[in-house]
């Protein structure tokens, strides 16, 4: 089925572990996003890319970097983790146009012991 | 200043009976798109529907309905006949044409509990 697909779906990381989120989507869309949502709150953007090869900070992008080197993927990385990363990671994908919505994908639930 | 602010925490609604969850928002572009999602208990973010900012008619789709005032910047959902899988958490969004990345800004969230 056409869609987005990231893996994991749960990680559990110790205090300062590194580790990455991989997203990965078949639609040809040219956009894609990283957000966090904490809980009983909203999403909150964390990086996204306009195309391959390129990124750019969104709203709380600190401890995290991501890469865009194929059109279809987007990686999300957390270098030393922090118990304040302990969150669910969702990935979108889109066209550019206003008036097209995200395919989101299913999320991932990460803890940060 | 927030882009999108949904007032209502959380919301009880009898089944069989509408219910409106409140959203407004403000941006400078004349060009933006506004969107409501629904996230059940499973976690997963579901699209509802639609609304553009030249859009003249109110968005329908199926049992919801976007009721698109513009001149008071709000876009509230309307839930016709609330049914007990109706219980979730539903997000506004904004899409603005003006940000680079186009990319949509979530409002926090209104728990939506349907009773029986």
């Known amino acids: 089925n056409a869609g987005v697909t990231q893996t994991p779906k749960f990680r559990v990381l110790k205090t300062g572990q590194s580790m990455t989120l991989l997203c990965a989507q078949d639609?040809?869309?040219?956009?894609m996003y990283w957000y966090r949502q904490d809980p009983g709150m909203g999403l909150r953007l964390i990086h996204y890319?306009?195309?391959?090869?390129?990124?750019a900070k969104g709203e709380v992008p600190d401890g995290y970097n991501v890469s865009r080197l194929k059109k279809q993927n987007f990686l999300l990385g957390l270098e030393s983790a922090a118990p304040s990363q302990t969150s669910v990671y969702f990935c979108?994908?889109?066209?550019?146009?206003?008036?097209?919505?995200?395919?989101f994908g299913s999320g991932t639930r990460l803890t940060v012991v | 200043a927030q882009k999108i602010t949904q007032t209502q925490p959380g919301m009880f609604v009898q089944e069989k009976e509408a219910v409106t969850l409140d959203c407004t928002y403000d941006t400078s572009d004349q060009s933006y798109g506004l969107f409501w999602y629904k996230q059940p208990s499973s976690g997963e973010m579901i699209f509802l529907i639609y609304?553009?900012?030249?859009?003249?008619q109110n968005a329908t789709e199926g049992r919801y309905s976007l009721n698109f005032q513009k001149a008071r910047k709000s876009a509230n959902l309307v839930i016709s006949a609330s049914q007990l899988g109706d219980s979730a958490m539903y997000f506004c969004a904004m899409r603005e044409g003006g940000d680079a990345g186009n990319m949509l800004t979530f409002g926090g969230g209104t728990r939506l509990m349907v009773k029986p």
């Open positions: 639609m040809n869309h040219e956009y």
């Open positions: 979108a994908s889109s066209y550019s146009t206003v008036g097209y919505g995200y395919t």
């Open positions: 890319s306009v195309g391959e090869g390129t990124t």
């Open positions: 609304q553009g900012s030249y859009d003249e």
